[in-house]
């Protein structure tokens, strides 16, 4: 079955870049995506990626797809403290659905 | 504004007892989801529907129900039949069920049941 793994957690300082890590297990994957989750909310997506590219830039977060070894991350340029969350990594199965497996995310920890 | 509201954010329940969860969109989307976040852990689907008066069953659906009668409503049922209900729970809706539609999240319901 489709599986998606994360680190748990991730510390940084302002200014520094965050690099958040994911695997997957289904190959068939087509949409890949990240979410932000701050304490007490719902999940706001950030970007996603379609699984013919191999990067995507948008502003201060770049993505990077490698399919062969079914690795994605994420990297936040210039971290700040509002960056502080838990980020889930999630993917959709090429079963025409849109139900998405997600990881159980990592919490980001910016300190000032 | 466009949205989807979950209401309440705090819900406290006597075990025994079922409870149904808000969720309510008027973004005009066909298909609304409800996930269950425990600590920790990502995000499982409970259920999910493509349209009205139609619903499937995710990954964790027992002791729970939904109804779909509108569509911007899709209530959640936590039945006494759900052994752990304690956790987060979080509705979503897209456009439609395809891979591609980004599924825009409520704020959830922190159910606890003692």
């Known amino acids: 079955g489709e599986d998606v793994e994360q680190s748990l957690f991730l510390s940084v300082r302002e200014g520094d870049s965050s690099v958040i890590n994911c695997t997957y297990t289904d190959s068939s994957s087509t949409y890949l995506y990240w979410y932000k989750q701050e304490p007490g909310a719902g999940l706001q997506l950030l970007t996603y990626i379609f699984s013919n590219m191999d990067m995507k830039q948008d502003q201060r977060l770049t993505v990077l797809l490698n399919k062969k070894d079914k690795h994605l991350s994420l990297r936040i340029a210039d971290t700040q403290t509002g960056d502080s969350a838990i980020y889930f990594c999630?993917?959709?199965?090429?079963?025409?659905?849109?139900?998405?497996?997600f990881g159980k995310g990592t919490m980001l920890l910016v300190s000032p | 504004d466009g949205g989807i509201t979950q209401s309440p954010k705090y819900l406290f329940r006597k075990e025994g007892q079922n409870v149904t969860l808000s969720c309510e969109q008027n973004l005009n989307h066909d298909a609304m989801y409800w996930y269950r976040q425990d600590p920790g852990q990502g995000l499982r689907l409970i259920y999910y529907s493509q349209i009205v008066n139609d619903f499937q069953k995710g990954d964790i659906a027992e002791g729970y129900s939904v109804s779909r009668e509108k569509k911007e409503s899709f209530p959640l049922t936590v039945t006494s039949a759900q052994k752990n209900p304690t956790a987060f729970y979080l509705c979503?809706?897209?456009?439609?069920?395809?891979?591609?539609?980004?599924?825009?999240f409520g704020p959830g319901t922190r159910l606890t049941v003692t």
């Open positions: 999630a993917e959709t199965p090429n079963s025409g659905y849109s139900t998405l497996t």
């Open positions: 979503a809706s897209s456009r439609f069920v395809t891979e591609s539609d980004e599924q825009y």
